[in-house]
């Protein structure tokens, strides 16, 4: 079910939980800066989450609060977590859906990576 992009943060999100090993998930990669894991109902056959560590509920609010080295961790942990994949040379999708409209379910900041086969067109006409 779509959240608010815009609300206050909830620490017992499920992807909060992850972070404090409350719940389990199959973890593709982790830094000081940002996690990775596989989604649990995949869209595509390689379909991986990446969420920064800090308490962030949307792009707008990480863009907009977090540090410098924390913007510039996570965008390179995304970075590498696409090239360990080895999705670089056949081509990726990286969405980040926020609020409502956007069809965001977690409201914790994070972006899906999507590859392992053609993805077709961005949105449906």
């Known amino acids: 079910m779509p959240v608010n992009g815009t609300g206050a943060y909830d ?7 992850i972070l404090r090993g409350e719940l389990p998930c199959r973890k593709v990669y ?23 560590k800090g308490a ?10 977090a540090s410098e080295a924390e913007i510039a961790g996570f965008t390179r942990a995304v ?14 999708r990286l969405v980040s859906n926020t609020g409502i409209e956007g069809g965001q379910e ?10 392992g086969r053609a993805l077709g067109a961005m949105l449906p006409g």
């Open 11 to 17: 620490p017992q999100n499920v992807f909060a939980r």
């Open 30 to 52: 982790e830094d000081d800066y940002a996690f990775a894991f596989h989604d649990i109902a995949p869209k595509a056959p390689i379909h991986v989450l990446v969420i920064p």
């Open 56 to 65: 962030y509920v949307s792009f707008a609010d990480f863009s907009a609060k």
């Open 79 to 92: 970075g590498r977590v696409a090239r360990d994949l080895g999705l670089e040379a056949p081509g990726y």
């Open 106 to 115: 977690v409201p914790h900041f994070h972006v899906h990576l999507f590859g």
